[in-house]
């Protein structure tokens, strides 16, 4: 439309997306008269960062703490005609979108900012945006159409311990992959870290005991999507490395680590593992296999 005053808008959102879910903002009766969601963001101020912007427009309008990724995707749309502040303009919006996550104990999404441009957050089933259940602006379906999970791929080194019939597990807490499921004490291998080196830190720091490291046993991989312990919703890649170790006669496992992602440490005995009474992740039937480990004898 000629003659129309111009406006240009430059605006950060966050795409953040958990266990099938995507953090949405209900738009202001003001901005929209019917139900209408958005991606959780908003203009830059002068001399903001993008990055800073987005951070402190989710807190405003979600009142969650959020992390912001490296990479972002930008969206142009131009609005002649649109109304904004009382009149017509001819408008112009740069929408800089970000990969984003939040703790996974995070509390519910509540709108701090008051008399803003949103009245509501929630967590909304993704499958009910993309089939337009949840009434969204288009931004949204193309920022989602865009986004792909982080993709993390690890390097874990994992301890194979026998004591009699049983073998040493923990079982993963709330705040790891595979909640509930049982396996092998282990981790990450730290930049720089020698694999058997990682064994003992772990060891000693989930089960709080010292142990002797043998040969490697088994290399095993796994590849999944799903919520990490930061919150960040990850395209996962993990190599483990299995070896066989030992521990002291008089050694006696507990849960070392509080707050982690361990939850508990016990003798599991192979009869429980054989029979699918015990949840273990593929890891360990793999270890177990490698190993050559006999039968546990049942009668």
Known sequence: MVGLPKRQRVAAYAVIIREGRILLSRLSPSIASEELWTLPGGGLDHGEDPRDAVIREVYEETGLHAVVGETARVYSAHLPGVWRDGRRVDAHALRIVY?????VDAP?????????????????????????TVPVVPMVLEAVADHRPFRHQR???????????????????????HTGSWTLPGGGVDHGEAPRSAVIREVREEAGVECQVGE????????FSGTA???????????ALVFAADLEAAAEPRLAEQGGTSAEVAWVPLAEIESGQRPVLPLVREALSAAEWPRPRTG
């Open 155 to 177: 390097l874990g080194a994992y301890a194979l311990i026998r004591r009699a019939d049983a073998v040493l597990l923990v079982r993963i807490s709330g705040l790891g992959f």
């Open 216 to 223: 490697l046993v088994a290399v095993h991989d796994d590849h």
């Open 229 to 239: 312990p930061s919150g960040r919703y990850e395209d996962f890649h993990s190599v």
């Open 108 to 132: 519910e999404p509540r709108v701090v900012e008051v008399d803003g441009s949103t009245v509501e957050a929630a967590w909304k089933p993704l499958g009910d945006v993309l089939d337009e």
């Open 99 to 103: 990969d984003g996550w939040v703790p």
